[in-house]
């Protein structure tokens, strides 16, 4: 299955952007998904996942309460609203299969095939 994330961009602190994660011929609705990001110098770290079946959410701590993951059926996508975005929330925001059947699967090995990612940059 090829990922493909989109929807990022540039916002000041305080905006909002929500990023989608699509795969060409496929459904995302049975899959367990995460999100990550890499910010520059940084390693990938875990942002959030959504769990297949009973649709069980894990956020990081920095991000819980701003962020929201979720299955947009209409458009068979995984998708990721971001508010209030802050400064070191910066970084490139990929989308992954998780291979696991562990709710809180945070590990990059729990995760495999990886997309191109989506810039999301916050400004001052």
């Known amino acids: 299955v090829q990922l493909q994330a989109s929807g990022g961009g540039t916002v000041q602190v305080g905006g909002s952007l929500r990023l989608s994660c699509a795969a060409s011929g496929h459904s995302l609705h049975d899959y367990s998904m995460g999100w990550f990001r890499q910010a520059p110098g940084k390693e990938r770290e875990y942002v959030a996942s959504i769990s297949r079946g009973d649709d069980f959410t894990l956020y990081r701590g920095s991000v819980k309460g701003r962020f929201t993951i979720y299955r947009d059926d209409s458009k068979k996508t995984i998708s990721l609203q971001m508010l209030n975005l802050k400064l070191e929330d910066t970084g490139i925001y990929y989308c992954?299969?998780?291979?696991?059947?562990?709710?809180?699967?945070?590990?990059?090995?729990?995760?495999?095939?990886w997309g191109q990612g989506t810039q999301v940059t916050v400004s001052s």
């Open positions: 992954a299969i998780r291979v696991t059947n562990m709710n809180y699967a945070t590990l990059i090995t729990d995760y495999a095939s």
